[in-house]
């Protein structure tokens, strides 16, 4: 059964029905949420591709809370990948990122966080190696995040959780710790 994944029903008997949730941070790249096992000219297979659940390249979240995991996680990134990830809170509000781990290709595989929707917002700081600051904000509510990797080492990258929360004050200044 796929790992990155919840199974749900453990049998696998003819006529038994197995379902696959992605854990968070992860989609379904193949199979169906529901298998089961069937008969297939006189062979006990499923009824479907079995189900997949990868960390994908890019996205555009609009949920409260998440999780935005490096493609490849938990295992090594690909070489020469350039990924878009865009937050959007609830206006009025604002994006904490927390960096639960961070590890890329020092001086040459890099995550920018820019405090806007796209590529030409301002950028909040671009990361690589594992020195990256323990969370920050941003000062509006959308974030725009580029991971771009040349085409030689790759690491095991990251897994970053982002939050929607009020705006600090009426100054809006983009605040970070270290």
């Given at each position: 059964?796929?790992i ?17 949730v ?6 379904k ?7 089961t096992?069937?008969?297939?000219n ?16 890019g ?9 935005i995991l ?6 090594y ?6 990924c ?14 927390t ?20 590529l030409?917002?301002p ?14 904000f941003?000062?509006g509510s ?9 085409n030689?080492?790759?690491n ?5 959780y982002y ?12 605040r970070?710790s270290v």
């Open positions: 059964m796929p990155n994944a919840r199974r749900f029903g453990d049998s696998f008997q003819l006529g038994s029905s197995i379902s696959v992605c854990e968070e941070g992860f989609i790249t193949q199979g169906a949420e529901t298998i096992c069937e008969l297939d006189g062979q006990v297979m499923w009824s479907g591709l079995i189900p997949k659940c990868e960390a994908p390249c996205g555009h979240f609009t949920a409260p809370r998440g999780v490096s493609p490849g996680w938990p295992g990134y690909k070489d020469s990948l350039s878009e990830w865009v937050i959007e809170a609830e206006p009025g509000r604002s994006i904490k990122i960096f639960d781990r961070f590890q890329t290709e020092l001086n040459y595989d890099f995550l920018e966080l820019h405090d806007g929707p796209n030409l917002s950028v909040i700081g671009s990361f690589n190696g594992t020195q990256v600051p323990q969370f920050l941003s000062s959308q974030l725009y995040l580029l991971f771009n990797t040349d030689s080492r790759s095991s990258g990251f897994k970053i939050e929607s929360k009020a705006l600090f004050g009426s100054d809006n200044r983009i970070k």
